[in-house]
């Protein structure tokens, strides 16, 4: 977290600073001797960024004197770095109270000037749930004495330059997820060779191959997600509109299905491990209390699904997923995919109901009903997700049939399990879709109108 951190505030700089905030700030940041956070929330601002209270007044030498509290803020303080950067949302004298009103500042630890202290205090280290390298700290800014900082980007042009941030943030969490399924599978995988219960190894036991399958299937297809996406930022090198739209569409689905299914995958890895995965003397729970954080950072995942649905989905009338469609199209009338008949069936009729689906929430938004649709964005996110990975895992499993010719025996075999991961997770998560389509379509509850 916090090399990933400070990269991201870094590009902020570069992307949006001045030539000398880059000369100023960067150098030092890209030998990690200095290091980089977002400070975005606050006790009453989390989702609601907009929310916040912190002022920045004017000093008329262009720089500001910048008051107020943030809360929960990853790498805040700590031994490692000489100086930290702090990239500081807040509201200029007269600013709109909302998220159009908040501009973004740069606002050292200590002042690059003379070395001395800008008073960013550390009040308070949180104590989490899991993370536990990771300090997450409470800062006070301009409360011991004044903390200085300067503008990065235009005034009330604030969240659109922390986006540069967050969204890189986002896909980390998609990759925090992915990366730690993938090792507590593998951890898992071993300790199923070993543990031994009625005379077999429980790697023997179906249920428990079931529970294995179905971990590899979701990890590694949440790998080609992360890697196919991670792709696209090569290609978006090339220029194109379509290609900064599909990033757009799948940054959410990256972070919220991959934090998702990473909790998933740790608490399956603790199944597997009975009483002992309960226990921390295999360290396997750390998984689950680590990853957790991941679907609540950077934009709950219920935000996420807000964001895919009303923004990249609706506010699109559906370019960027009739795109994504269309790309799958392709691949699932290819001449190699027909061997996987049942599969590739299921993909099709998934599709289908992904169009009904949007038709339904486009009829929902033509009467203004959005409530009813802001209820079922979380599910149409998940559904997406097991759509997009179940068509990456089809595009592993062409390769790997065709690799799997003239392959030695380790090759074939390594190249079969690319095979079967596709058809389990068609078998196990894909159809989990047809539970959230009938849960969106078949019934007209409307949760605002229930008592709770
Ligand atoms: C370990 C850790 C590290 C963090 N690091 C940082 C950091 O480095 N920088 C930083 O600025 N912040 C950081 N945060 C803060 C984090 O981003 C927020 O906790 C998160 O954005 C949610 O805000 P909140 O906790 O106030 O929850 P709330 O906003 O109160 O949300 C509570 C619930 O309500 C839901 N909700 C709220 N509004 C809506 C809506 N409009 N539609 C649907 N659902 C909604 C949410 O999805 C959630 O389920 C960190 C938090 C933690 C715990």
């Not at 593998?186 to 428990?208: C, G, M, S, W």
């Not at 392709?330 to 993909?347: G, H, N, R, W, Y």
Request: include cysteine; glycine fraction near 10%; charged fraction near 20%.
């Amino acid at each position: 977290m916090y090399p990933g951190l400070s990269k991201a505030c870094m590009n902020v700089i570069l992307k949006a600073g001045s030539e000398k905030q880059k000369e100023m700030f960067t150098p030092k940041m890209f030998s990690g001797e200095w290091g980089g956070t977002m400070c975005l929330t606050e006790s009453g601002a989390g989702s609601d960024v907009g929310a916040l209270k912190t002022t920045a007044t004017p000093m008329g030498d262009g720089r500001y004197k910048i008051k107020g509290v943030k809360i929960f803020i990853s790498s805040g303080e700590s031994d490692l770095y000489t100086n930290n950067v702090h990239l500081v949302l807040a509201k200029t004298p007269g600013a709109p109270d909302n998220a159009k009103g908040l501009s973004l500042f740069i606002v050292p630890r200590f002042r690059l000037e003379d070395g001395k202290t800008n008073n960013v205090v550390c009040s308070k280290v949180e104590h989490k749930m899991g993370i536990h390298a990771s300090a997450t700290c409470e800062l006070q800014f301009g409360n011991a004495g004044e903390s200085y900082g300067e503008m990065i980007g235009k005034e009330f042009d604030g969240m659109a330059t922390m986006f540069i941030m967050m969204n890189e943030a986002r896909l980390l969490c998609g990759m925090q997820g992915e990366s730690q399924a993938n090792l507590a599978y593998l951890l898992t995988l071993q300790y199923a060779t070993e543990r031994v219960q009625f005379a077999n190894e429980i790697i023997k036991h179906p249920d428990v191959r079931r529970m294995l399958l179905k971990m590899r299937s979701i990890s590694r297809g949440m790998r080609a997600l992360n890697f196919y996406t991670m792709n696209l930022f090569d290609e978006a090198h090339k220029g194109g509109a379509a290609v900064q739209d599909e990033i757009a569409l799948l940054t959410p689905i990256c972070k919220a299905f991959c934090s998702e299914e990473g909790f998933n995958v740790a608490v399956e890895a603790m199944q597997v491990h009975g009483g002992y995965g309960f226990c921390t003397e295999y360290g396997i729970e750390q998984f689950a209390r680590d990853i957790k954080i991941a679907t609540i950072y950077e934009g709950t995942n219920g935000i996420q699904s807000v964001d895919f649905v009303m923004r990249k989905i609706l506010k699109d009338q559906g370019k960027a997923f009739s795109l994504l469609g269309e790309k799958m199209r392709k691949d699932l009338t290819s001449p190699e995919a027909q061997i996987f008949s049942v599969e590739i069936s299921t993909i099709g009729k998934n599709m289908e109901q992904a169009q009904k689906i949007l038709g339904h929430f486009a009829g929902l938004a033509a009467k203004k009903q959005f409530d009813q649709i802001l209820q079922s964005t979380n599910y149409f996110l998940q559904f997406s997700g097991n759509l997009v990975v179940s068509w990456l895992l089809l595009r592993g499993a062409i390769l790997a049939n065709k690799s799997k010719i003239g392959a030695n025996k380790d090759d074939a075999q390594y190249y079969q399990t690319k095979i079967d991961d596709f058809k389990i997770f068609c078998q196990h998560h894909l159809t989990r879709n047809s539970g959230h389509s009938l849960s969106i379509l078949n019934f007209d509850n409307v949760y605002s109108g229930m008592e709770l």
